[in-house]
DNA sequence: ATAGGGTTAG
């Protein structure tokens, strides 16, 4: 009955039927424990967690004769529990008592060996499981599948090459590997593995899946292959809210933000409802448009609708109406939710004051920030630096970046070079210039601004020998351009075109 | 009876 509510993710109905089950004095075992600790951590009750693998323990140890089901709930309780000495240490035990490990025992342990980061390790116990003659087992492998995913770290390779040997020796894979292998291969955006293993997929007559299938729009977007996603997509017997958005942040962050929205009421027609991450991507999509009116609409229907908002939606409206040059209105949207410890939260409130010049307000939210007991990191600094930048307080600017509890990165420096630029302090620009070059030599910003901080100071053989320089590197501008809604529409300016139809109604003085 | 999965802001 527990195992019941634990299948059907009833968390709270589990742990009571476990309580009433030892008010009645019945004898729980090992596993009715591990039962629990599943329940407890799936509920984020961490100190409840605690308590019950301690109970799980003492009624472990009283067991006499314990077969190796008992022996894996308790090992994989304490890898649940990211116990992972005390996983060893029983497994160790569980060899000297004569027990013969199963895959489980194996995979259990490889998801320790990711969960420590010890790779070498993995290694070690992966030679093991030959030796035990299981290495073809599905269940050992997508373990190990698992662990090469976790540890990351240019893995990859050895990830695909594990998984190419499999299957080229016959060896198992299911749908959960196989979902594994489909994220690893979004992250590195590696297209042709992409297409291998949806033909595996194919092979495998996994193709009518819904989570496999999502996992493949996600990786042909995160590839850059909307035309794949799409094609995909369409053929989708079955799609969820998980699917609909990831196609809808696929269009969204390949530059088609219209489709993103026209995708969105298509999911409406079709009486799909969204959940908190579809909002933060559409919102997304209204700022990338500068589309004021979309993104208030959106923010109008979620509020009719009574959705709850979390940090991570006030964000993105904050976002939204800082791009769109609504500081106010970001404002009255963040103090809603700044009762949140939430960093990015703080920092995307930062930022907006940042991009429209209001040094003082950012530096006093900053303030405010510390003293709440947050922890600021480099986005913070990147903000308040170009907010002090926009309003010329250069010399507070260089303090901040001093003071900074880590060394600053490209992102900070930008953001001094670019106030060095706007206030004309050409030694400070130089300087920055050049301690940036020395971290990303194939940037053309920097070599525009500092360009442009030559010309200003009229220093012309030094702006010959940049823009040489940038011509021997094979390096290119590339367009600024700002967005402007008009009525229902959004029109985009590129820097120097003034080709646009709305630059005669601009001169004409019509509309403003 | 014991393991494992897909989407989001800066």
Not at 60 to 89: L, Q, R, T
Not at 287 to 296: F, R
Not at 386 to 393: E, Q
């Amino acid at each position: 009955m527990i195992g019941g509510y634990l299948r059907n993710e009833r968390y709270p109905e589990a742990l009571e039927m476990y309580e009433a089950m030892r008010s009645h004095s019945l004898r729980t075992d090992s596993c009715t424990c591990t039962f629990e600790l599943k329940a407890c951590t799936s509920l984020s009750d961490f100190e409840t967690g605690m308590e019950i693998i301690d109970e799980a323990r003492r009624l472990f140890d009283e067991m006499p004769p314990k077969d190796v089901v008992c022996w894996n709930s308790m090992i994989g309780g304490y890898v649940g529990a990211c116990d992972f000495d005390k996983a060893f240490d029983l497994f160790f035990k569980m060899w000297g008592c004569g027990i013969r490990p199963s895959p489980i025992t194996m995979a259990s342990l490889i998801q320790a060996c990711g969960g420590i980061g010890n790779l070498e390790l993995g290694k070690c116990i992966h030679g093991c499981v030959n030796g035990l003659g299981m290495g073809c087992d599905i269940l050992f492998n997508t373990s190990l599948v698992d662990m090469y995913g976790y540890v990351q770290n240019g893995l990859y390779f050895e990830l695909f090459d594990l998984f190419f040997r499999l299957v080229s020796s016959g060896g198992g894979f299911d749908s959960v590997t196989m979902v594994s292998l489909l994220q690893g291969c979004a992250q590195i955006a590696c297209l042709f593995t992409g297409k291998v293993l949806h033909g595996c997929v194919l092979r495998r007559g996994l193709e009518s899946n819904l989570i496999v299938l999502t996992a493949i729009v996600d990786l042909y977007v995160k590839c850059g292959s909307l035309k794949l996603a799409t094609s995909v997509f369409s053929r989708m017997q079955e799609r969820n809210v998980i699917s609909w958005t990831a196609m809808l942040v696929g269009l969204a962050q390949n530059g088609h933000a219209e489709d993103a929205l026209r995708l969105f009421r298509q999911m409406q027609e079709e009486g799909v409802a969204l959940n908190s991450v579809t909002l933060v991507s559409l919102i997304h999509a209204c700022a990338q448009l500068g589309s004021l009116k979309k993104g208030k609409s959106v923010q109008a229907h979620l509020i009719r609708c009574g959705f709850v908002f979390n940090a991570v939606n006030i964000t993105s409206l904050v976002d939204m109406y800082a791009k769109c040059g609504k500081v106010e209105s970001a404002k009255r949207v963040f103090d809603n939710g700044s009762t949140s410890k939430d960093i990015v939260l703080w920092n995307s409130m930062i930022t907006g004051y940042g991009i429209h010049g209001y040094g003082r307000q950012a530096v006093g939210l900053y303030d405010r920030m510390i003293k709440e007991g947050l922890k600021p990191n480099q986005t913070t600094f990147i903000s308040l630096l170009s907010a002090c930048s926009h309003s010329g307080r250069l010399e507070e600017a260089k303090a901040l970046i001093k003071q900074m509890p880590f060394e600053p990165g490209n992102a900070v420096l930008e953001a001094l070079l670019s106030g060095c630029r706007t206030h004309k302090n050409i030694n400070m620009g130089i300087c920055t210039a050049d301690r940036l070059l020395s971290l990303d030599v194939m940037n053309p910003g920097i070599y525009i601004v500092l360009s442009n901080i030559y010309a200003e100071g009229r220093r012309w053989n030094e702006v010959d020998y940049v823009r040489g320089l940038m011509r021997k590197r094979g390096l290119r501008k590339t367009p600024g351009y700002s967005l402007i809604e008009v009525g229902n529409q959004v029109h985009a300016f590129f820097a120097g075109d003034n080709s646009h139809p709305f630059w005669s109604l601009l001169s004409c003085g019509d509309y403003w």
